[in-house]
């Protein structure tokens, strides 16, 4: 059976992880604010335990717990035993006390505890909100540690899982460089300044080797070293390490510093998606599709098939249904678009109701037998509306060339679109030109 040329291999967008949190707080004006707060700003579950032997209940009933949110005082138990239960219980914590205790924190720095937070603070509740969604998130995030020393590693590692990280280590600059060349999941690095150079290798080599591909957008690196050089901390943050930790930091300092730097790449994520997708439906808007597709035709010198994509007689369900329905119906056609499209195409969101798709390495036969089959599978959507359910149709134009020039392709691709709503709606109209030698 041939395969469908417009068939759906797109990787999706990573959804937040499941999991629920346990707050533990025999407050229960102060734990009812809180547990709101969570559900209404970050969508988790959360389940209240007012005493540790209703907390312990509800471990038994479900594990499906990813935090623990524990006072330190509640009727049935003190600190030490409601830090071990749930230390025995595998679940990390975050101890919201009234009173500030350096003893008990002390005596407490081998327990899975994240951070400490007196409840009597201002803004707490904010900083909890936070601290949850930063623990939640990390769940979808790969960090790797690359050390030499395998008891550093290994207590960075354990640091980076406490905090919900998928982890991976290497033992040296070579290793790190190829787990980050094969896993595009890994978004931080705890890198050692004193690697152990072999040529190039050592701790800047890797930042040097690792910047080619990997942005300081898109990947942090932060360095590590016990040496107390403030020369060599200013080499490592010239080429290329996001942040710097002297060792030994504490527990606080490292979760501070790691998340800070995550949530700076969570927020160049979101201005980067601010300045190429479309707010509405979430596929690359028109500029960046335009610089995209420059791209693609520098680099690729073979046919291309260029396709426009308008919704009939939209105006109609504005008009009829309400601009709401108008914008489902959009979001629910630019789905069905971005999954037709291949790994390497090119879809965007032209403006209005149209729509673009830029599909490398199709022969004109191939692009008239997908682009037919994208009409169909909108014709055939069925989008729920309040008291009715909306159908639609598409209309297309198909240009397929080899000559590189965008413009020409889009001028095309437009003209045989208009062909086909002038030849009834819903269809799909292409032409094809062989390529210019």
């Given at each position: ?255 501070c510093r790691i998340s800070q730097n995550i949530d700076n790449l969570e927020l160049i994520g979101t201005l980067q998606d601010l300045a190429t997708k479309d707010y509405l439906t979430g596929l690359p808007n028109r500029r960046h599709f335009l610089d995209r597709a420059e791209r693609m035709l520098r680099e690729d010198k073979g046919a291309v098939a260029m396709a426009m994509l308008d919704v009939d007689h939209f105006k109609h369900v504005n008009d009829t249904h309400g601009h709401e329905a108008g914008d489902e119906a959009l979001r629910a056609v630019a789905a069905t678009i971005a999954a037709h499209a ?96």
């Open positions: 059976m041939t395969p469908d040329p417009l068939a759906i291999r797109f990787q999706p967008t990573i959804a937040p992880a499941d999991g629920r949190v346990l707050l533990i707080e025999n407050s229960r004006s102060y734990a009812a604010l809180l547990a709101a707060e969570l559900r209404e700003q970050l969508g988790i579950g959360v389940v209240i335990a007012a005493s540790l032997r209703e907390a312990q209940q509800r471990l038994a009933e479900d594990d499906d717990y990813f935090l623990a949110l524990t006072g330190l005082v509640l009727p049935d138990a003190g600190a030490e035993l409601i830090t071990d239960t749930l230390a025995r219980a595998g679940i990390p914590m975050v101890v919201a006390t009234g009173v500030y205790d350096e003893a008990i924190r002390s005596s407490m720095a081998d327990l899975p505890i994240i951070d400490y937070v007196l409840k009597e603070a201002p803004g707490t509740i904010d900083y909890l909100v936070w601290l949850v969604r930063r623990l939640h998130r990390n769940r979808t995030i790969t960090a790797m540690v690359v050390d030499h020393s395998l008891s550093a590693r290994a207590r960075i590692a354990a640091q980076l899982k406490l905090y919900g990280f998928r982890v991976l280590q290497a033992d040296d600059a070579a290793s790190g460089l190829l787990a980050l060349e094969e896993d595009p999941a890994i978004r931080l690095v705890i890198l050692d300044q004193d690697l152990e150079a072999e040529g190039d290798a050592g701790g800047i080599g890797f930042i040097r080797q690792a910047r080619r591909t990997h942005p300081r957008g898109t990947l942090s690196i932060i360095g590590t070293s016990s040496s107390a050089d403030p020369s060599s901390v200013a080499r490592f943050l010239k080429n290329g390490a996001n942040d710097f930790l002297e060792k030994p930091f504490s527990r606080e300092e490292f979760f291949r790994p390497n195409d090119v879809a965007a969101r032209f403006g209005g109701e149209e729509f673009c798709l830029l599909a490398p390495g199709l022969s004109a036969e191939e692009a008239e037998t997908g682009f037919e089959r994208l009409r169909q599978a909108i014709a055939a959507l069925r989008i729920p509306l309040r008291n009715h359910t909306l159908q639609l149709t598409i209309s297309i134009g198909v240009c397929h060339r080899g000559d590189g020039d965008l413009h020409a392709l889009v001028t095309e691709a437009d003209r045989l679109l208009y062909l086909a709503k002038a030849r009834g709606r819903d269809r799909v109209v292409c032409e094809s030109q062989e390529a210019v030698a």
